[in-house]
DNA sequence: AAAACGATTGAACAGTTGTTCATATAATCC
DNA sequence: GGATTATATGAACAACTGTTCAATCGTTTT
């Protein structure tokens, strides 16, 4: 009977102890998945600029958005549409404004350490 | 004459105020894009892996990185060689492997706070 | 009620992405 | 030298992405 694919594989390691050891401690696929979706979310430079925007300044509707990224209201209603799903942003609507602002707290942490990151290279 | 659309956009500002000292603070368009690239880095699930691999061991060669991550060598390589472009990842040859690390120090704490967000939730 | 406005949406489009498969390269082993 | 091994690569493919354009939906204004 043919052994698992894994088990298989561990035999044909150049480094088996690291296999092991980095095998034990790998988080599970849904967590791959999450963790790459949370990323995914500040992939786009558009995206990154409403987040940006959001961040320093609590709440701001569509129309204004998009004069600040110099963009169609249209795309970024689109991308504020994606960052809806990933629950990132919220919105609160007054009349015909649309006042969006940031969902998830811990973003924002996350968010700068990349800007850090930009800046110091 | 036209205005600028800059301009002609700011008079119909639903927050003028919030709308000038957003786009006072403002990136360039270089800085946005880097920063999404940096996260775009991260947004697949197969570098998040190997990334979390490398974050564990300092050094892994291929093969072993596929047999941790549960894939083809191919997909591997092909991946490695995206996080090369983007100066993310470094390698050493020996011989016939190439042992590949992490080349980036920022990377870590970024990777790690998306990972402590990821795991918060 | 009609017009104007802010926002949303769907279709369409070109461009990009990630994997697979087959092949190539380069080092090692027999 | 020929076979084997580790890695790299190119082409092909389906799947996905982000913008634009046109149309629509609500709300407010006149």
Redesign the interface.
Same mark, same amino acid.
């Given at each position: 009977m043919k052994k698992q694919?894994?088990d298989k594989?561990?035999q044909?390691?150049?480094?088996k102890a690291?296999?092991i050891?980095?095998?034990k401690?790998?988080?599970t +696929?849904k967590?791959? $998945?999450?963790?790459?979706?949370?990323?995914?979310?500040?992939?786009?430079?558009t995206?990154?600029?409403i987040i940006?925007?959001l961040c320093? +300044?609590d709440e701001?509707?569509v129309?204004?958005l998009s004069? #600040?990224i +110099?963009t169609t209201n249209s795309a970024i209603s689109h991308q504020l549409k994606t960052l809806r799903n990933m629950k990132l942003v919220k919105y609160n609507k007054v009349g015909k404004?649309a006042f969006y602002s940031l969902d998830d707290q $811990? #973003?924002n942490?996350?968010f700068a350490?990349?800007?850090? $990151?930009?800046?110091?290279?």
């Open positions: 694919a894994s594989n561990l044909n390691s150049v480094e690291k296999v050891s980095v095998k401690k790998m988080k +696929e967590c791959f $998945h999450y963790l790459a979706e949370t990323f995914k979310a500040m992939s786009d430079p995206r990154a600029k940006f925007a320093q +300044e701001l509707c129309s204004d004069n #600040i +110099e404004l $811990h #973003i942490n996350l350490e990349g800007l850090r $990151h930009v800046e110091e290279k």
